[in-house]
């Protein structure tokens, strides 16, 4: 089995700052595919950034970026200069190379103040 | 750009009335999901197509919930009877997955359900 746990359940940033969102996971596989997905008020939900689990290199989509520790198995998502526009539900999933489930942690709500 | 198209966006029904939610996936896309996200539950997996296959519905309940692939353009989840506890948004996501790499998942907009 496979979990996603995000220890944080909300967070706030000035406008401008850097926030940085934790997630960790369990899995007995090797290679896999972690996702990091906002969800604003809207509900719509959009892919933030992706990462390969074989890839060290750590992926970073404009002010999106993450710290990817494989050994630690960790997956932390940070917003540089936040936007109100960030203001959002965060989630951290996980899926194995080929697999059948995306896995979800619980969401951390992040609030950007003016 | 290219979207999962989700019909109905909302839906108010009686219970024990029958309830189709409809999903127009990704053209392309070999890999459909449905999820059902609750306060309380999170994000849950209810089932899984590849090529048109269904390939996991464990997380589905079988004796009121179907879901089915007619064709490549349309995915059907289906609530009869339905009851107050299946209130939830419920979301349908298509992607390519191809030789074992997954290319990331689209989410369509949600169709929220409320069962009164």
């Known amino acids: 089995a496979q979990t996603v746990t995000q220890s944080q359940p909300e967070m706030s940033v000035q406008e401008a700052e850097t926030v940085t969102l934790s997630c960790t996971y369990d899995?007995?596989?090797?290679?896999?595919?972690l996702f990091w997905y906002k969800q604003p008020p809207s509900r719509q939900m959009i892919l933030v950034i992706r990462q390969e689990a074989y890839k060290q290199q750590n992926a970073t989509e404009n002010r999106f970026s993450v710290n990817f520790q494989k050994a630690a198995k960790s997956f932390s998502l940070k917003i540089s200069d936040s936007q109100l526009g960030d203001t959002a539900m965060y989630f951290c999933?996980?899926?194995?190379?080929?697999?059948?489930?995306?896995?979800f942690g619980g969401g951390t709500r992040v609030l950007v103040k003016p | 750009d290219a979207r999962v198209t989700q019909t109905p966006r909302h839906k108010v029904t009686e219970m024990g009335q029958e309830v189709t939610m409809r999903c127009q996936p990704i053209?392309?896309?070999?890999?459909v999901f449905w999820y059902r996200q609750t306060m309380m539950q999170g994000l849950e997996l209810l089932a899984y197509?590849?090529?048109?296959?269904?390939?996991?519905d464990s997380g589905m309940p079988k004796d009121r919930f179907s879901a089915e692939m007619p064709d490549a353009t349309l995915a059907t989840l289906k609530i009869q009877p339905s009851e107050p506890r299946d209130s939830a948004v419920y979301f349908c996501a298509s992607g390519l997955v191809l030789g074992g790499e997954g290319y990331g998942y689209t989410f369509g907009s949600g169709t929220r359900l409320t069962v009164v």
């Open positions: 999933a996980l899926i194995k190379a080929a697999g059948n489930k995306l896995t």
């Open positions: 053209l392309g896309h070999n890999t």
């Open positions: 899995t007995s596989e090797n290679n896999y595919y």
């Open positions: 197509f590849r090529n048109r296959a269904p390939l996991d």
